[in-house]
């Protein structure tokens, strides 16, 4: 059997996370039993969430435990299998872990997904056809629910979850607002990623900066929003909010190393009459479906087709991850395995 | 025709709101035109949402014109009536002002509504089955919509709204606990109104006594929320709150004299996938007729028999409506105009 790197979660972060909460080891995959599948990962996927999953505190998902192998959603390909329903070079999305290889009981329903790289490439199916796009799917359709003509804003806008938002929204008539960090992500969510508009949070670092800039971006106001960031973003939001406002609460990133982010003026909320609804999408099984395959279909027609910020080798996913939530990455974090 | 005595906004608050904002003026009643009513009110509500409408600044409802009688909802009596829906002797709930008679138009729709006293004492019509008690069961029906087991808090329990939420709740299985200003309020509140337990907030004027004090009264979790208050009650709500919680965002009194009241931890939206919504009960019309109706029934059956807090005469509205600011009223606080 093949040898195995691995990354486990050693220690847990006190405040900003480092390199040293993680440990490389190597090991050997044990031999398959009935029902086994062998699988070789070819890209590891790098999200917001993992953070907090590092904490023991209690989060929206349970802390990965010390000394494991770090969670995460991997696509790869069959190597060997005990299962009738898997066969040698079939690709498969799973939840494989911070790992080259992964031995998956594929008689758990759930586990191992396959996949068709005909129209998508094998690596979409971790970002824009998969767990980020489906995020933005259902905070835009199931929570935002925006009539053609409204304006939508997002944070984070040049992310996995961002740029699916971004294709979603426009199918459906929307002006569409990203926030982002750095003219470089701007000009691309722009040129590329088909946004209206999109704000540089690094050039407006303040509630009263940005909600200027909020306010020349969305000269209607603001009817839904994405949040993947909290902290002054959101507060700027919720002053450009129209009547009856949805806000999608996704991810609050700022807040994720413990420091308190306070919302300033909740009040807002009942003037505006507005709804915000913090979610997370693997609580909603039954949006899975009807979203990949809107998104599988974005991409086949070439409407969604984000870049990807791609980490050479399992051990630099540490740096990649890190890197990540400092907002270093362009468009979806993918560490490449093979 | 009858002199009137009537009050008006004469000045804005700056901070907390003042007796010397108001200014009452005598004047006569105009002779009716076709299609018009004269009523004679028997009872002014005094209602928080008042305290807004006195600013300028944008809120959930438009502000009060300076120099104009102050907007407030009334019951009375048609004394003549150029319409031929209406009879001299017809007991009447409309939205007369802080006046003792009014003169309404009554081919307008909406304007006035005529009132069974048979099994609902006509002062009623403003509490329990009026505003507040519409506002209540929405909150309670439509945003929190809770299942029987569980466990319902409410801020200004004892008042109009929060005595309606109590009845509305415990005929859905509900445990339902209130949050009070004083101990008499909060024996009020389990001994009368039916609360399973009341917190008496000014014994928990911080963050960590009140989120210990609901730990204690809500062993299993709060599932559904009504605030009326906002700040650090709001605040230890979220840190109790279950996972799928809801928060009905009526109120938030706290604020009303415009000092910030930030949310400390909104996080906490994400990590328990809550839904908070602010609302106003006359933006959703289609609730009125199953609340009224149900609230009517809770009435006739005793289940619903809220003390109320009568100031005497016109010239006392003012100082009622700003001790009810500060909590000094028992029930919801109305002012006898005969």
């Given at each position: 059997m093949p040898r195995n790197q691995q990354i486990l979660l050693d220690n847990r972060p006190e405040g900003e996370a480092t390199e040293a909460n993680f440990r490389l080891v190597t090991t050997d995959t044990p031999p398959l039993q009935d029902g086994q599948v062998l699988v070789r990962h070819h890209y590891l996927s790098l999200d917001p969430y993992m953070r907090g999953r590092m904490?023991?505190?209690?989060?929206y998902a349970a802390a990965q435990p010390l000394g494991e192998v770090m969670i995460g959603g991997t696509v790869g390909e069959v190597?060997?299998?005990?299962?009738?329903d898997y066969q040698p070079g079939d690709q498969v999305v799973g939840m494989?872990?911070?790992?080259e290889w992964s031995v998956v009981?594929?008689?758990?329903?759930?586990l191992l997904r396959k996949v068709d790289t005909t129209h998508v490439p094998l690596s979409y199916y971790l970002g824009a056809v998969g767990m980020p796009g489906v995020t933005a799917w259902y905070g835009l359709v199931?929570?935002?629910d925006p009539k053609p003509g409204q304006t939508v804003t997002v944070s984070a806008a040049t992310g996995a979850v961002g740029s699916a938002f971004v294709a979603l929204a426009k199918a459906r008539g929307c002006r569409v607002v990203g926030i982002a960090g750095g003219p470089e992500k701007c000009r691309y969510a722009v040129?590329?990623?088909?946004?209206d508009a999109c704000i540089d949070h690094r050039q407006h670092t303040d509630l009263k900066s940005m909600s200027a800039a909020l306010k020349a971006a969305c000269p209607q106001g603001i009817d839904g929003h994405f949040e993947n960031v909290g902290g002054h973003i959101l507060d700027a939001v919720l002053l450009r909010a129209n009547t009856f406002a949805r806000v999608a609460l996704c991810g609050m990133i700022a807040g994720y190393d413990g420091q308190p982010l306070p919302l300033?003026?909740?009040?807002l909320l009942l003037v505006n009459r507005m709804r915000i609804e913090g979610f997370i999408?693997?609580?909603?099984?039954?949006?899975?479906p009807p979203a990949l395959k809107e998104l599988g279909g974005l991409v086949a027609q070439g409407k969604l087709r984000p870049r990807e910020s791609i980490a050479q080798g399992l051990a630099a996913a540490p740096a990649a991850f890190l890197g990540m939530l400092k907002g270093?990455?362009?468009g979806k974090q993918l560490v490449r395995l093979v």
């Open positions: 904490n023991d505190s209690k989060s190597v060997e299998s005990r299962h009738p494989g872990g911070w790992q009981d594929a008689r758990q329903p759930g199931r929570i935002i040129e590329e990623l088909g946004f300033q003026n909740p009040a999408v693997s609580e909603h099984m039954d949006a899975w270093q990455n362009f």
